[in-house]
């Protein structure tokens, strides 16, 4: 079953990766296109690649890969640098959401300076997780959250830091 979760977690990763990779390469080729049947035809590829291919990958990706936590205990240092990292990509792949949103209205547009920082963002983030994953640093928490992954560290580290909270009662 492990295995099997690996090979679905790894191939949706690859598909997530990729539509990422190349959303913004087809945002880029709406600048001069009017309205008409190329930029409907541009419209219906962005549609295909980021809601029928991208989108569900994600899903399962983040699914088999939620399954495998808790069938391999992985639960290093590391591993909580990828969650974050994995997190950003998936922020990230909200922000090509609202892309495609506003880029196919009458008005829209997307730059050079976008394409280039979109893709470098991507491409960058994408080869953190992977040297992340393969790497798996060495990592001392208690050099720098000395109680943060024993339990309760979390409690007592958002007391220290916004005090008591409680609950409003009506």
């Not at 409690?155 to 830091?161: A, D, E, I, K």
């Amino acid at each position: 079953m492990t295995t099997f979760l690996k090979f679905v977690h790894l191939a949706t990763i690859a598909v997530w990766s990729g539509g990422l990779l190349v959303l913004p390469l087809l945002f880029w080729q709406r600048r001069g296109l009017e309205a008409g049947a190329e930029l409907d035809r541009l419209h219906r590829i962005v549609r295909l690649v980021y809601v029928e291919l991208t989108s569900p990958a994600a899903f399962v990706a983040v699914g088999s890969g939620t399954a495998l936590i808790f069938l391999q205990a992985t639960y290093e240092e590391w591993f909580s640098i990828k969650m974050v990292l994995v997190g950003i990509m998936a922020m990230l792949h909200v922000v090509a959401g609202l892309v495609v949103h506003q880029l196919f209205s009458p008005t829209g547009r997307f730059g050079r300076f976008s394409f280039i920082s979109l893709s470098a963002t991507y491409a960058v983030l994408i080869l953190a997780i992977l040297w992340v994953v393969l790497a798996k640093p060495q990592i001392d928490s208690n050099q720098f959250a000395t109680h943060l992954f024993e339990p309760g560290g979390l409690s007592r580290l958002w007391h220290q830091s916004f005090g008591d909270t409680r609950m409003p009662m009506p």
